[in-house]
């Protein structure tokens, strides 16, 4: 086991340095890539953080549509399969919902706040 | 795309201000002299850059359109040239097209040298002038006006050796592409599938008619003044028979609203003041179609997000906005999922 910082507490510092002094001294034609950089730290962050509970919700949403328990991707490439070439409205009606929750945790770690638009 | 371009470094000013000297000095057949050139942030697949131009008669304010080398073409640079001609003699705003350079000795790849038509051109930028003037149903409806202008030209005049997507229903060419695209993502994805499939299920049937389409109209693709609409830029991917409303869906996407989800069209405003446009103008506006091409535009860019990350992934492109490209899968799983929203409720158990 790591003596602290915690793996959160390192991409914090990280983006930090990224957001903050490694783009103001940054030539013109890096700043794009430095900002991408630095707003991937913060999905790391938060994927540290949130990441372990939201795949245990996500494999048991999953394993509750397709009817058995599994490794998290093992099962969403299964439902992909079924949804791919299916053709039962009842179970895409539940998938759909599904799927929406589980964008809800992924969104919460790459983009949150996406999710607070439901419009087209 | 946000822009990755470089600014002009030192040394390459000079070369640049050199070349188009050289080459419009020879194209117009007197001395010419460029000055105070500036890469523009418009643009990311190509560089921009913003000059004067002058010939002892007058000084003009232009831009070079510069295609690096080793950048895929997608239309020849003689179709998009000629093409914007066309839709520019239809009523279609686009900026004046001086000369067209495919000599990539003078800047280091072809070019086009274009009337410089002020206004802004980044989303964010183009949002606030629009929303601080008051002219969102403006420019929404100059945006329609434009496309209807565009859609009604004969498709037979079109420069020969534009994009065809070739015989039968533009629908099915895309969806076909999707499908392709979907079975080579890294890892499958459920939301990807369902979104294909209900694609499938809702294909729309054989045109009456194909139209010319610009390809990729949208907010950051325009260019904005405080009297609205001045000029649709970018017709690389300009294609001969496509169907028009993946013109209108394209430019309809949240993509391109930058935080103003609730105005549909570009963020400016509403469908209301872009469909008036486009049928004033000649338009015939389909909404299932238009739905359809939206659904279908919102599953290819996500799509072309998983392709950067694969390119990224197995050294073709390694770049870590390539890479970061993956992780927005699910910004646009979560757009999809909204636009296929189940119409009535699953009965219970």
Redesign the interface.
């Known amino acids: 086991m790591q003596y602290r910082p915690t793996t959160a507490e390192l991409l914090q510092s990280i983006g930090d340095l990224l957001n903050g002094e490694v783009l103001r001294s940054a030539p013109l034609a890096l700043q794009h890539q430095v900002r991408v950089a630095g707003n991937l730290v913060g999905i790391l962050e938060r994927e540290s953080t949130l990441g372990p509970a939201a795949e245990g919700r996500e494999r048991k949403r999953l394993a509750a549509l397709v009817g058995h328990d599994g490794e998290v991707t093992d099962l969403s490439a299964e439902l992909a399969g079924r949804l791919r070439t299916g053709d039962d409205p009842e179970f895409e009606h539940q998938a759909w919902q599904v799927l929406v929750d589980i964008a809800r945790d992924d969104l919460a770690i790459a983009k949150p706040g996406h999710d607070s638009w439901e419009g087209e | 795309m946000?822009?990755?371009?470089?600014?002009l470094?030192e040394g390459r000013t000079g070369e640049l201000v050199s070349g188009l000297e050289a080459f419009l000095s020879a194209e117009w057949g007197r001395p010419v002299r460029v000055s105070n050139p500036t890469s523009s942030s418009a643009g990311a697949r190509r560089n921009n850059v913003l000059f004067d131009a002058d010939d002892g008669r007058e000084r003009l304010g232009l831009v070079a359109t510069i295609m690096p080398n080793s950048q895929i073409q997608l239309n020849p640079m003689g179709a998009e040239a000629a093409m914007r001609d066309l839709a520019r003699k239809a009523g279609v705003p686009v900026p004046r097209l001086y000369a067209t350079c495919l000599d990539s000795s003078y800047v280091g790849g072809p070019f086009f040298v274009s009337e410089r038509v002020e206004g802004e051109t980044v989303p964010r930028r183009v949002l606030r002038l629009v929303h601080e003037r008051g002219i969102g149903e403006l420019v929404a409806g100059q945006l329609g006006g434009a496309l209807g202008r565009l859609h009604a030209i004969d498709p037979g005049l079109a420069p020969a050796d534009l994009i065809d997507p070739g015989p039968g229903n533009p629908a099915e060419v895309a969806l076909q592409w999707a499908g392709d695209a979907?079975g080579q993502l890294l890892?499958?994805?459920?939301?990807?599938?369902?979104g294909?499939?209900w694609l499938e299920r809702e294909l729309p049937g054989e045109l009456p008619e194909r139209s010319v389409i610009h390809g990729d109209v949208r907010n950051g693709n325009l260019i904005v003044g405080a009297d609205g609409l001045r000029a649709l830029l970018d017709w690389e991917g300009s294609k001969r028979h496509g169907d028009p409303m993946e013109d209108l869906a394209w430019a309809s996407l949240?993509m391109w609203r930058f935080r103003y989800?609730?105005q549909?069209i570009g963020g400016f405003a509403g469908r209301a003041p872009f469909v008036s446009g486009y049928q004033s103008s000649g338009g015939a506006f389909d909404e299932e179609r238009f739905?359809w091409w939206?659904v279908l535009g919102t599953l290819r860019w996500a799509l072309g997000l998983a392709g950067q990350t694969a390119a990224h992934l197995d050294g073709r492109f390694v770049?870590?906005?390539m890479?970061?490209s993956g992780?927005?899968v699910?910004?646009l799983?979560?757009d999809l999922?909204?636009?296929?929203?189940?119409r009535c409720?699953?009965?219970p158990g």
């Open positions: 946000s822009s990755t371009e470089p600014d470094a979907f890892e499958p994805r459920p939301a990807l599938a369902l294909l499939r949240r989800d609730d549909e739905h939206k770049s870590i906005v890479a970061a992780r927005r699910p910004e799983e979560w999922l909204m636009l296929i929203r189940p409720p699953a009965e």
